[in-house]
């Protein structure tokens, strides 16, 4: 098994190429930690993290889901417009975005709860919606040109950035510190990426605007059954965090944003790298009706060694490893991992695959099981009144329930493909 895990093949050394990047890149805020957590309060970092998840949420549509189509045009050309198109769009919606927060800012304070001493920081979220969308689309297209080295420069990049000035204001007591970082990272990350492209195969001379209208109409699909569905999954991942925050405290989502960080590690390093490959030598497999069985294989022997691994360290010293690591007053964090634990496996697993439905256009199935899930999700609301560990338990069953569906759906819809290309 070792054996063909480490075997010279294009996508073992593409993947490598990822991991080792991106475990440079994330190295660099998972070092800073320790430090930050003594620095800026737990309520500093629960601001921060709705901030983050609300950002999230706008990324998912800020280009209509076009940005995911780059890589599968046969053609540099068609692909280009794509590109292009995407920019567009994310220009007029962080626009539209800031018109909105500028009329509307006490209403949004009030919709998320979101504590009024960090309020003028909202009107950041636009410019950082528009430069991490752009950026984005403009991963997809390194994706497609195989340039794996530039991707992963480019994370290295960001997250230097980001970590010096989160460190530095923060030890200087600077107020915002948090998101003032966050934002300088993703815009080195955007200057870096731009230059990426230039050198990867993007040319102005393959861009018209006849063509950028003929890609938005050969692609509507991806607006047309993807945004909607795609915008509530997104929801359903960030509305258990905002129902706590109402009805617990700002204070309590900085303990939970610390045990997400610490879970979604295996999720950073290796779920987003392989998935990038995976998605790229699917893609390319599909259009040559190759089978894919055993990459699939491979990885999945690869993320179940990674899932038992983090499993037995939470459950069995995870309060204690908080307590060491990030202060005395993150043991709590701890105590809340060891219930997360069990959803996290699961969307490890899952999100590592979750190509399979665009490589393989089955959209609409993809959609059914997002607005599932967010309706699901939208039951925690029912809860009210429970410790906060009873309300993760409930969460945590939920998750557990849907998350199993959805590895099931890409089973079968792998399943099906092996099928008719034998």
Not at 241 to 269: A, C
Request: net charge positive.
């Amino acid at each position: 098994m070792l054996k063909r895990l480490l075997s010279k093949s294009e996508f073992t050394k593409n993947t490598l190429i990822l991991v080792i990047g991106t475990v440079i890149a994330q190295s660099i805020p998972l070092l800073l930690h320790p430090f930050l957590r003594r620095i800026y309060s737990p309520e500093d970092f629960g601001a921060m993290s709705i901030y983050l998840n609300i950002f999230s949420m706008l990324t998912i549509v800020s280009a209509l889901r076009y940005e995911a189509t780059i890589v599968l045009p046969k053609n540099n050309n068609e692909a280009a417009n794509i590109l292009s198109l995407t920019f567009i769009i994310n220009i007029i919606f962080s626009t539209i975005l800031f018109i909105i927060i500028l009329f509307f800012k006490n209403e949004v304070l009030h919709f998320i709860n979101f504590p009024e001493k960090y309020s003028n920081y909202l009107y950041l979220l636009p410019f950082l919606s528009s430069i991490f969308g752009i950026y984005q689309s403009i991963n997809y297209w390194l994706i497609r040109q195989k340039a794996f080295k530039a991707s992963t420069s480019n994370k290295i990049i960001r997250r230097a950035v980001e970590g010096f000035f989160q460190g530095v204001l923060g030890f200087f007591k600077i107020q915002g510190g948090l998101f003032i970082g966050d934002l300088s990272g993703n815009f080195a990350n955007l200057i870096a990426g731009i230059r990426q492209i230039f050198k990867n195969k993007y040319e102005f001379r393959f861009v018209s605007r006849k063509k950028i209208a003929y890609v938005f109409k050969k692609y509507i699909e991806y607006p047309k059954y993807n945004v909607l569905p795609t915008l509530l999954s997104s929801a359903a991942t960030i509305l258990p965090f905002l129902f706590i925050n109402k009805m617990y405290s700002t204070e309590i989502i900085g303990y939970l944003d610390l045990s997400r960080l610490v879970l979604s590690i295996p999720l950073i390093f290796i779920a987003s790298t392989i998935s990038q490959v995976f998605f790229q030598q699917t893609t390319e497999k599909k259009h040559n009706s190759l089978s894919i069985k055993n990459d699939v294989k491979n990885i999945m022997y690869l993320l179940l060694g990674v899932v038992v691994i983090e499993f037995i360290v939470i459950m069995l010293i995870g309060p204690q490893l908080f307590g060491f690591v990030f202060g005395d007053r993150y043991v709590v964090s701890g105590s809340f991992s060891q219930v997360l634990i069990f959803s996290f496996a699961l969307s490890f697993i899952g999100s590592t695959f979750s190509s399979i439905f665009i490589t393989f256009e089955k959209i609409r199935l993809n959609s059914i099981w997002q607005i599932t899930y967010f309706c699901v999700i939208c039951s925690l609301l029912l809860f009210k009144g429970l410790t906060i560990l009873d309300f993760l338990k409930i969460y945590v069953a939920i998750e557990i329930v849907m998350h199993l569906i959805y590895i099931s759906m890409i089973y079968f819809i792998i399943k099906g493909y092996e099928k008719r290309i034998k």
